[in-house]
């Protein structure tokens, strides 16, 4: 008689949950890296489409938003802005009123760009769920929940 069991590291079977734990995460970093080799432009960095990403769900911003909301410093978001604009994918505006304010946001181009790296993770995502079984497509679901829950801890 074998007295071996044979467990998913994801299971509550488990007391000491590290071995899910790392499971989980490597398999959400390998996933993440897919999706982010699908992208409308090549040589933008994963920082700068967070910008434009950012810009397209929250719109304009000032300078300090950003790096805030990026939680980088901001002269290193003043870099990565400088890049994006003079690539045509952003576009600075001065404010009406204080002259001294600038906003931030998408130019037509960065709209453009933001729109097809989207549609082209979604179309690798779904081409991939097109190859699973219904079983493993609604497992996956229930993972994003869940997911979705860790996260927004």
């Known amino acids: 008689m074998n007295d071996s069991v044979d467990e998913s590291p994801l299971t509550d079977n488990i007391p000491d949950h590290s071995a899910a734990a790392s499971e989980l995460r490597m398999a959400t970093f390998r ?3 897919r999706l982010r080799a699908q992208r409308a432009v090549d040589t933008m960095s994963d920082g700068q489409f967070a910008v434009l990403a950012a810009l397209t769900v929250h719109g304009a911003h000032t300078l300090g938003q950003l790096a805030d909301r990026e939680r980088v410093t901001a002269p290193s978001m003043n870099r990565t802005v400088s890049l994006l604009e003079g690539a045509g994918y952003i576009t600075r505006i001065p404010d009406a009123v204080d002259r001294r304010r600038v906003s931030i ?10 729109d097809e790296t989207v549609r082209r993770r979604d179309a690798f995502l779904e081409e991939s769920l097109a190859a699973l079984t219904p079983d493993e497509r609604e497992t996956l679901a229930r993972a994003a929940l869940i997911m979705r829950k860790v996260a927004d801890k």
């Open 31 to 33: 996933l993440a890296r």
């Open 105 to 114: 946001d998408l130019t037509d181009y960065g709209r453009t760009i933001v």
